[in-house]
Structures are given as structure tokens and as C-alpha cells.
């Protein structure tokens, strides 16, 4: 009987496989590079957070403001979210007409026109104004406030 020539073979060694460190100079430069994009991300959106806090503040308490509201109250509560923005140099002493015209840059002119019809009757006997009327343009004056600007 012939003799089995596979008993003969020897059996393969298998080399380790590779590990994966240390890394390709490719790889590490990659992976720094991500992390810092990450960590950017992460600070500017942190900034960004912080940056909008006066204004969040301000439209959480617009929104619980009762459906009829005097407008010297949306008055102070605009005021207010513009001391987070501006210098108080520049905007604690404004009252009556200088106020309007510096709230007018900060508005566009269909809300110009709006805000000067209710500021018109801020003082008067028909000083409460309804939630459909004053919510949207105390919303886009309070977000027009906050554009471009950084908290004080």
C-alpha cells in the first residue's frame, strides 16, 4: 500500500495579522483633523446657545403673556432683550419717539408701520392690544434685535 503523500506536507503557519497601531501617518493626520473640526463644531454651536439666551428668555415670557396685554408691557419686554444686545448707554434712555426710531432699524417697514400704530396708543384710554396682533411683530423685532449682535 503506497504511502499518503499529504501526511507528508507540513501544516501552513499563518502569519498574525496586522494590528491597527500605531496608524498610518494618513490615518493620525485624518483623525487629528476630524477632532478638531468636531471640537469646533461643538464650541461654535455652544456659542451660539449662549448668544440666543436673552432672546429664548424673551420669547418664553412673550408666550405666556395673557391673549390682552397693555403695550407698555410689550414696550419693556423688547427694551429688556435689547439691553442683552446693545450698550445701556445706547438704549436705557430711550423713551417715546427716539425709542420708535431706534426700534425702526432694527424692524422692517411693514413692522415699523405696525409698531408705530400701537405705540401711538400706548398712553391713551385703548392702551391693551389683542395676542393675534402684537405676537408676530414682537416675535420678528425680538429675533431682528438679536441678529448680529453679542450680548453685552
Request: hydrophobic content about 40%; proline content about 5%; glycine content about 4%.
Amino acid at each position: 500500500m503506497e504511502a499518503d503523500p499529504l501526511a507528508e506536507l507540513n501544516d501552513i503557519i499563518a502569519t498574525p495579522l496586522a494590528g491597527y497601531w500605531p496608524l498610518s501617518l494618513s490615518a493620525t493626520l485624518l483623525m487629528v483633523v476630524s477632532m478638531v473640526i468636531i471640537a469646533g463644531a461643538l464650541l461654535h454651536g455652544w456659542r451660539i446657545h449662549r448668544h440666543r439666551r436673552p432672546l429664548r428668555q424673551a420669547l418664553n415670557e412673550l408666550e405666556k403673556l395673557p391673549q390682552q396685554v397693555e403695550i407698555a408691557t410689550l414696550s419693556s419686554l423688547i427694551k429688556r432683550c435689547a439691553l442683552a444686545y446693545y450698550p445701556r448707554e445706547e438704549v436705557a434712555s430711550l423713551t417715546g419717539d427716539e425709542w420708535d426710531l431706534w426700534l425702526s432699524r432694527h424692524q422692517s417697514r411693514e413692522q415699523q408701520t405696525s409698531w408705530q400704530a400701537l405705540s401711538s396708543r400706548q398712553y391713551t384710554q385703548d392702551n391693551r392690544t389683542e395676542r393675534q396682533l402684537y405676537h408676530p411683530l414682537v416675535r420678528h423685532t425680538l429675533t431682528g434685535l438679536s441678529r448680529g449682535r453679542r450680548p453685552c
